[in-house]
T-cell receptor
C-alpha cells in the first residue's frame, strides 16, 4: 500500500531561519517522491522531485530534500526562510508505474518577520 | 517548463445548472490528464483519470454522471459538473502528465477553478 504522512500540520518559523518540513512515506515499490507548494487559491507548483538518481535533490527557491530509504523519509529543507515561502506544502509519492499520485495532508508554513 | 492552464479561474452558478471547466496543456501533448477536487484546508482528492480518446476512469465514490469528463484532444480535457448543487462548491484542479512520464508519474498542475454554487 502507498501512503504519505506529513508529520506537522503547521510549522512556524521566523524569516531568515531554517525550514524543515517532515515527510514519511510507505510504498510497496520503488517510489518517485515530490514536493509541491500551493499558495492560497492557486494550483500546485513542483518544488523538487526524486526519481532514483541522487538522494539529495535540489529544487527551486533554495529548497532541497533528501531521500532516506532506511528511514522512509523525504524531508524538505531550506537554510533561510523568506516571507514569500509562506504557503501550503504537499509531499507526494508515486510508486514507479503506479498511475496515481498519493498526497500527504499538507503542512502549512507560516513565516513571521 | 510544462504549462497547464484552466478556464475559468472562478465561476458562480445557480443550483441546477451545468458548468464546464477546461484544462489545457499549453506547450506539450498530454495523453493523460487528471482531475482533482480540494476542499478548504484539505489535501487534493483524485476524482478521475482522463485518457485521450477513451473513457475516463473514475475513483470510487465519484459519480460519473455528475462529473462528465471529456478528453477529446491531446491538449484539452474538460470537466462538466452537471446539475450543480451547493455541495459541489469546491476548488477543482487538473493536472497533465508529459509524454513518456508514466514511469515517474510527474504531473504538472493547472491553477485551479473555484466553483461556487448558489
Amino acid at each position: 500500500a502507498q501512503s504519505v504522512t506529513q508529520l506537522d500540520s503547521h510549522v512556524s518559523v521566523s524569516e531568515g531561519t531554517p525550514v524543515l518540513l517532515r515527510c514519511n512515506y510507505s510504498s510497496s515499490y520503488s517510489p518517485s517522491l515530490f514536493w509541491y507548494v500551493q499558495h492560497p487559491n492557486k494550483g500546485l507548483q513542483l518544488l523538487l522531485k526524486y526519481t532514483s538518481a541522487a538522494t539529495l535533490v535540489k529544487g527551486i527557491n533554495g529548497f532541497e530534500a533528501e531521500f532516506k530509504k532506511s528511514e522512509t523519509s523525504f524531508h524538505l529543507t531550506k537554510p533561510s526562510a523568506h516571507m514569500s515561502d509562506a504557503a501550503e506544502y504537499f509531499c507526494v509519492v508515486s510508486p514507479w508505474g503506479f498511475q496515481k499520485l498519493v498526497f500527504g495532508t499538507g503542512t502549512r508554513l507560516l513565516v513571521s518577520p | 517548463g510544462a504549462v497547464v492552464s484552466q478556464h475559468p479561474s472562478w465561476v458562480i452558478c445557480k443550483s441546477g445548472t451545468s458548468v464546464k471547466i477546461e484544462c489545457r496543456s499549453l506547450d506539450f501533448q498530454a495523453t493523460t490528464m487528471f482531475w482533482y477536487r480540494q476542499f478548504p484546508k484539505q489535501s487534493l482528492m483524485l476524482m478521475a483519470t482522463s485518457n485521450e480518446g477513451s473513457k475516463a476512469t473514475y475513483e470510487q465514490g465519484v459519480e460519473k454522471d455528475k462529473f462528465l469528463i471529456n478528453h477529446a484532444s491531446l491538449t484539452l480535457s474538460t470537466l462538466t459538473v452537471t446539475s450543480a448543487h451547493p455541495e459541489d462548491s469546491s476548488f477543482y484542479i487538473c493536472s497533465a502528465r508529459v509524454p513518456g512520464g508514466q514511469i515517474y508519474n510527474e504531473q504538472f498542475f493547472g491553477p485551479g477553478t473555484r466553483l461556487t454554487v448558489l
